[in-house]
């Protein structure tokens, strides 16, 4: 024998087809070599050793040995004997390598360049799935448990990566592994000799059996469908189900790509553009105590251009050393806040702002370089994106404005330089038109504020889209307005301007929602899709309060402010506002109005602890929903066992209605009385019963026994005794009379007999076999398993006919009229 | 098939179950006082006799093939005749002979040694084949053609024939045919070593054949075997019969299967066997019990199977595992949901 050289080097290559898939987490193509030697090292090994005859475990120590070899070759650290002989140096060196990788892992981004680190964990990688593939498949002989590393090699980018992974990889490994699984079949028939055809032809050594067309055909059709279902069914492929991006590709000044190591935000928010939204990248991680963490800002944009806003010159910047503003400086001492803390572990993002909760009191900035803060904005920046891996800390003061008290806010001084510099507007007479009509009437600043935010309502046609509609007024508000469609900078950009056109003092502020929270812990994750645009408007008294325009269904993480309900929600005043994207906590938001007594803060610990309830609703509700199920067997057993005794009682009682024995002259089918009859099915009865038991207790039921044989074989081995014995004898002669013999047997005290059987038999078996036959007897499962088996079968057979009916009444050649060979 | 020729009323009234019981006990003992522990052979050939059939007893000699048939002979006191086959024994010898008598001056008929109750043929395949066959007729139609007159055999009618197998030199065996005619074959068995050495004092001291008193007569038989007759069967029991019979003619192991003769014979002796048991239907545990004894000697098993060594006794004993008995409600019942 050829100890299996053939299969050996189709598992080599179905490994290496299968590593096709790093393809999609590596920018270049090192990997291809080190994935084909370090395969090609241990098939080599593999095969040398299974020709000198080493058993398994030798085979799979030497595989070990030569891929050691090889990577002290390709990774040396130079102190290696001979250059490929380890030493402890070497080791070290591949202990640095793997912490190296790991350091990559966290901060790299997919597709990651090329790293030594990289290919080293490549190399062993895919070696020691190639062992693990070779001993499955041709020491041990299961190819088809191959199957589970290479899967293991697939799921690799699967986790790495966030959306999906694409599908030629996939059929490249799902080839090989049918590759490997077909020569593994073919070897495995020949060992038994020749192979022929249905009609006796030889086949040779590489020729596909005609007879094995038919495996063939399953799995290319599995394999066809495997890729094709998931392309049809929106949310598997992230290209069907967008989502939004606050992460701006496209339109101008480039910042981040996400095929780049670092990414940022571009602080220029616009009022045209389109969105073109990659896969999305983790960002950074927010751990923080507050429950219900608002946005992160990063940078202000507070200059207006004929394209929106983007951000000015820092008026009066200083060095963060020097500390901050306190940010309750100026603000009404009826304005409640909490204060919490947050820490920012950076992932992928490398930007010059650093993004911050509002309100911040304290930051501790990353090192490295000199950070500023430029008070009237709040923003902390530097002069190069310095973010990159870096973890900061931020104590902020998040304020729970209500809305009544808003109302109540001073009256704007038109002297003042915060309003002065953040009312420059370009006047345009469509737009003074529209904010005119919005806020006539409108006593207070909130109020009109209110107006103006809710005008971006779904009611009038505003909808979430990532590409602006393209408009012909030259103006690109004017656009938007009329377009009525774009993503959040159009909106927080419009929303500034009509607010600004109103005289009220606004900017837009670029930053980052809250992302996702990870379980239940208080880390948040942020994506770039994460990334958003809002509008802070200018209360005197209050400081710059969020307002967010953009319909908050379609942001991930969108935060619900009490004061601004988002004008997307469906009633602003009813309620806890729902916009589905949102986790349960943030997505009972706070109606305006309703600030009187509770605010933001009491609404949500309400909901929280709505949420609470909820879960623990459906936790138990599910637990309840499985008892249910796991009882139905039991149930079922229970229902038989009655019904089984009924017709006992339905029996006896007939006789003793009638004791003169005088039978009512009633025949039913082979001439029986209807007394027999109940008598019979009595007996029927309890020996199903009894039969049932002996499955429910794991006992053997024999098909060409007969009842006495039935009885006699549970006497002699679970050793049945005394009562029970009688009773199993009693129950059988019923059965025998029931079955054979013209006249029945008296079905009285079949029940008892029936019920002593069975506890005779309970006490012959285990506890936990006991306790299995009460609570998923094997009877009813049996039975429900041999009916669903005969009704697809039945239901594969009147199909089967069905077609045979239609090729009969289709016929294509009577279609196609007499054949000519016919005819001739 | 003559046994029909005879009706009930001839047979006589049907004895109740508990007296015919009490009678089949009776003659079972009595043999017993010479079979030390061979109480199921004793019972089946006695249910052979009631059932109408023939005996084969196949056994190596000294295990008391022909004690067996001499005591059940003696058991019930009727007309027993004895024949020794020998190679040269002649047709004429069995059925009978015409004779010319000089006082009437006409043929007489002489009746041979198939005239009677109960026949022993001792070493039944010495005799040579013209021999073995003219015993087909009587066997099996229960009547006999000589000289072109046909006599009736009396009623109950048995044949018990003993055959050794292992010394099979100067010996002629049986044709299929004949051995087809044969209801049951059984096998005697060493006696165990308790019974053996009860035989040794018992035998020892006289013989006790001879003290052998008749327990019963024709005439009772006669009613026992008109009470065998009514024994119920089910239909499902019949179907499994002819399942059994049908089965053996599809066993691979086997070159030739059961006939349909052995169908009948095989239900005809469950019924004997129901009776014997006190009880008026027939069970499937009967038939499995009678498979062997019934079926075994009708077949013929492949040469491959004889290489295996698997006697005709394993296979069929094989075969009727396989085949689910009538009324099961184990194996039918999965297919409903409702069970």
Not at chain 1, 791 to 816: H, I, N
Request: glycine share 8%; with cysteine; net charge neutral.
């Amino acid at each position: 024998m050829s100890q299996r050289r053939g299969v050996a080097l189709v598992a080599a290559a179905a490994t290496f087809l299968a590593t096709s898939v790093l393809s999609t987490i590596f920018q270049l193509y090192s990997w291809v070599l080190y994935s084909f030697l370090a395969i090609a090292v241990v098939v080599v090994v593999a095969i040398l050793a299974r020709t000198v005859r080493i058993p398994v475990w030798g085979q799979v120590l030497a595989m070990l040995g030569g891929l050691l070899l090889l990577v002290t070759w390709t990774f040396p650290s130079g102190h290696e004997l001979l250059g490929f002989l380890p030493t402890g140096h070497t080791f070290r060196h591949f202990h640095s390598l793997l912490t190296a990788a790991g350091q990559d892992i966290q901060t790299l981004s997919v597709p990651v360049p090329e790293r030594v680190s990289l290919d080293f964990l490549t190399t062993v990688g895919v070696g020691l799935v190639a062992v693990a593939v070779d001993v499955l498949a041709v020491g041990m002989r299961h190819p088809a448990l191959a199957g589970l590393p290479l899967l293991a090699l697939y799921s690799v980018p699967v986790a790495v990566q966030n959306g999906s992974v694409s599908w030629l990889p996939f059929v490249l490994g799902a080839a090989g592994y049918l590759w490997l699984l077909m020569t593994d079949h073919i070897e495995q028939v020949r060992r038994w000799g020749r192979r022929f055809t249905g009609d006796g032809r030889d086949i040779d050594t590489w020729e596909p059996s005609p007879l094995a067309a038919a495996g063939r055909r399953v799995g290319f059709a599995a394999l066809v469908l495997a890729v094709v279902v998931p392309l049809a069914v929106p949310g598997f492929s992230s290209n069907l189900l967008s989502r939004i991006a606050g992460y701006n590709n496209g339109t101008t000044t480039g910042t981040g790509t996400g095929t780049q190591l670092g990414t940022s935000i571009n602080p220029i928010s616009t009022l045209r553009g389109n969105l073109t939204q990659g896969q999305p990248i983790n960002l950074f991680t927010v751990e923080t105590d507050d429950p219900d963490p608002g946005y992160l800002r990063t940078a202000v944009a507070d200059q207006i251009t004929d394209n929106g806003f983007q951000p000015s010159p820092p008026p009066h910047p200083q060095p963060l050393t020097a500390g901050l503003d306190a940010p309750t400086t100026g603000v009404s001492v009826s304005l409640k806040y909490d204060r919490y803390t947050a820490s920012v572990k950076a992932q992928r993002l490398n930007d010059r702002y650093l993004p911050l909760f509002a309100g911040p009191t304290q930051v501790r900035a990353p090192g490295g370089t000199d950070w500023r803060y430029e008070p009237s904005t709040g923003v902390v920046y530097t002069d190069h994106p310095a973010t990159a891996g870096a973890n900061w800390s931020v104590g902020y003061d998040s304020f729970r404005y209500q809305p009544a008290q808003l109302r109540q806010a001073p009256e704007l001084q038109p002297g003042d330089p915060i309003v002065r510099d953040n009312t420059e507007v370009r006047h345009i007479a469509q737009i003074s038109d529209q904010v005119d009509a919005l806020t006539a009437g409108k006593a207070t600043e909130y109020d009109r504020v209110r107006a103006i935010l809710d005008f971006f309502s779904p009611k009038n046609h505003f909808k979430y889209s990532l590409q602006t509609k393209a408009g012909t007024s030259g103006s690109a508000i004017v656009d938007f307005l009329k377009g009525r469609q774009g993503y959040c900078e159009q909106y927080a950009s419009a929303m500034a301007w009509m607010t600004r056109e109103a005289g009220i003092p606004a900017r837009v502020v670029v930053g980052y929602t809250h992302g996702t929270r990870l379980g239940n812990s208080a880390t948040w994750q942020v994506t770039s899709h994460e990334a958003h645009a809002w509008v802070e408007v200018w209360f005197p008294a209050f400081g710059w309060v969020p307002f967010d325009p953009t319909p908050s269904t379609e942001i991930t993480g969108a935060a619900v402010f009490g004061w601004a309900p988002n004008p997307s929600t469906p009633d602003t005043s009813s309620g806890p506002a729902d916009n589905g994207k949102d986790k349960p906590g943030r997505s009972a938001g706070k109606s305006a109005d309703q600030g009187q007594h509770g605010g933001p803060g009491l609404a949500r610990s309400a909901a929280a602890h709505k949420t609470r309830t909820t879960t623990w609703q459906y936790w138990v509700l599910g637990v309840l929903v499985l008892l249910v199920l796991l009882a139905v067997p039991a149930g079922r057993r229970g229902l038989l066992r009655r019904r089984r005794d009924r017709t006992e009682v339905r029996a006896v009682t007939g006789l003793t209605v009638d004791p003169a024995g005088g039978p009512p002259d009633v025949t039913v089918d082979g001439g029986d009385t209807a007394r027999s009859a109940a008598a019979r099915s009595a007996a029927h009865a309890a020996w199903d019963e009894l039969v049932d038991s002996l499955v429910d207790f794991r006992y053997e039921v024999i098909g060409s026994e007969t009842p006495r044989g039935t009885a006699e074989r549970l006497i002699r081995t679970p050793g049945l005794t005394g009562d029970a014995a009688d009773s199993v004898r009693r129950l059988a002669e019923a059965e025998e009379r029931a079955r054979y013999a013209p006249t029945p047997a008296d079905p009285t005290g079949l029940r008892a007999a029936s019920r002593d059987v069975r506890t005779g038999l309970s006490a012959g078996v285990p506890r936990h076999r006991r306790i299995a036959a009460v609570l998923l007897p094997r009877s009813v499962l049996r039975r429900w398993r041999g009916a669903v088996a005969d009704s697809a079968t039945g239901l594969t057979g009147r199909l089967g006919a069905a077609r045979d009916r239609a090729y009969r009444t289709v016929v294509p050649r009577r279609l196609f009229g007499p054949r000519t060979d016919r005819s001739a | 098939m003559t046994a029909t020729h005879h009706t009930v009323e001839e047979l006589g009234a049907p004895m109740p179950s508990p007296e015919l019981r009490a009678t089949a006990d009776r003659i079972v003992g009595n043999i017993e006082q010479v079979i030390e522990g061979k109480t199921a052979i004793v019972r089946l050939a006695l249910a052979v006799l009631l059932a109408e059939g023939h005996l084969l007893i196949e056994d190596v000699p000294g295990v008391g093939k022909t004690k067996l048939a001499k005591a059940l002979a003696r058991s019930i006191d009727c007309s027993v005749r004895r024949v020794q086959f020998t190679p040269d024994l002649l047709p004429s010898d069995v059925t009978g002979v015409s004779v010319f008598n000089q006082e009437t001056r006409d043929f007489e008929f002489k009746p041979g040694a198939v005239f009677a109750n109960l026949v022993v043929g001792d070493e039944i395949n010495r005799a040579s084949p013209k021999t073995q066959s003219a015993l087909l007729e009587c066997m099996e139609e229960r009547q006999v053609t000589v000289d072109g007159t046909t006599y009736q055999l009396q009623t109950p009618f048995m044949v018990i024939a003993t055959q050794n197998p292992i010394e099979m030199e100067g010996t002629y065996p049986l044709p299929e045919a004949q051995r087809d005619r044969f209801t049951a074959r059984i096998a005697m068995g060493y006696p165990n070593a308790r019974a053996e050495l009860a035989m040794l004092d018992l035998h020892g001291a006289s013989d006790p054949l001879a003290a052998l008193r008749p327990v019963s007569d024709a005439d009772t038989i006669r009613r026992l075997i008109a009470t065998v007759r009514r024994v119920h069967v089910a239909e499902p029991l019949k179907q499994y019969a002819v399942d059994i019979v049908g089965t053996t003619r599809e066993a691979p192991d086997l070159r030739l299967g059961a006939s349909p003769r052995a169908a009948l014979q095989l239900l005809r002796t469950a019924r004997a066997v129901a009776a014997l048991d006190g009880r008026e239907y027939v069970t499937p545990d009967d038939l499995q019990a009678l498979v062997v004894p019934v079926l075994a000697h009708r077949v013929i098993p492949t040469p491959e199977a004889q290489l295996a060594r698997r006697t005709t006794d394993a296979i069929i004993a094989d075969l009727v595992h396989r085949i689910p008995v009538p009324g099961d409600r184990h194996g039918d019942r999965h297919t409903h949901w409702r069970g």
